[in-house]
Antibody, heavy 119, light 113 residues
Framework: QVQLVQSGAEVKKPGASVKVSCKAS????????ISWVRQAPGQGLEWMGW????????NYAQKLQGRVTMTTDTSTSTAYMELRSLRSDDTAVYYC????????????WGQGTLVTVSS | NFMLTQPHSVSESPGKTVTISCTRS????????VQWYQQRPGSAPTTVIY?????PSGVPDRFSGSIDSSSNSASLTISGLKTEDEADYYC????????????FGGGTKLTVL
């Protein structure tokens, strides 16, 4: 079955960087995009950006421009999201989701990775 | 850019019908598909409606979606409410002015009591 499995929880200090992985299985990785979405504690969903697994093209949310980088490794069907210069308000659960070009929808989602930024 | 506005919370009794709205701030609601996601506590979101009114396999037909151009809004309707439907629901739509990007509504907490 189609599945996205993310890396485990991280605790980082302010100013550090974090890199979250998202391993895909059950479908042709390069036929879909991957989006990253985060959810701060008790808050709603925030779209962070998108990467084409076909050619690596990206588009990031304006508020994260300059701090986020999304990449893929097609040899392992894995997507990565790196966020730099972490602040306390970056504390959130980070999700990856497969993006269908035809329906514009996100399905399925990874299980989520909690990133805690604390001194 | 546009915003999607949802009510913060709704509540209804088991067996009843509830409708959650999602209003687009600018541009036509019909210009891009609307999706609806269900998120139970501690879990990742799952799709309950895609392409305005399509149900993924496995989603019961108690869930339905629609759009209304006159109010520039989308709606998620859940009939025959069950306690298991209690969750947060998010609408989402593609933003074609910043290709490709997506916008989420703020989410609606559905309480079934």
């Amino acid at each position: 079955q189609v599945q996205l499995v993310q890396s485990g929880a991280e605790v980082k200090k302010p100013g550090a960087s974090v890199k979250v992985s998202c391993k895909a299985s059950g479908y042709t990785f390069t036929s879909y995009g991957i989006s990253w979405v985060r959810q701060a504690p008790g808050q709603g969903l925030e779209w962070m950006g998108w990467i084409s697994a076909y050619n690596g093209n990206t588009n990031y949310a304006q508020k994260l421009q300059g701090r986020v980088t999304m990449t893929t490794d097609t040899s392992t069907s894995t997507a990565y999201m790196e966020l730099r210069s972490l602040r306390s308000d970056d504390t959130a659960v980070y999700y990856c989701a497969r993006v269908s070009y035809s329906t514009e929808s996100f399905d399925p989602w990874g299980q989520g990775t909690l990133v805690t930024v604390s001194s | 850019n546009f915003m999607l506005t949802q009510p913060h919370s709704v509540s209804e009794s088991p067996g009843k019908t509830v409708t959650i709205s999602c209003t687009r701030s600018s541009g036509s609601i019909a210009s891009n598909y609307v999706q609806w996601y269900q998120q139970r506590p501690g879990s990742a979101p799952t799709t309950v409606i895609y392409e305005d009114n399509q149900r993924p396999s496995g989603v019961p037909d108690r869930f339905s979606g629609s759009i209304d151009s006159s109010s520039n809004s989308a709606s998620l309707t859940i009939s025959g409410l069950k306690t298991e439907d209690e969750a947060d629901y998010y609408c989402q739509s593609y933003d074609s002015s910043n290709h490709p990007s997506w916008v989420f509504g703020g989410g609606t907490k559905l309480t079934v009591l």
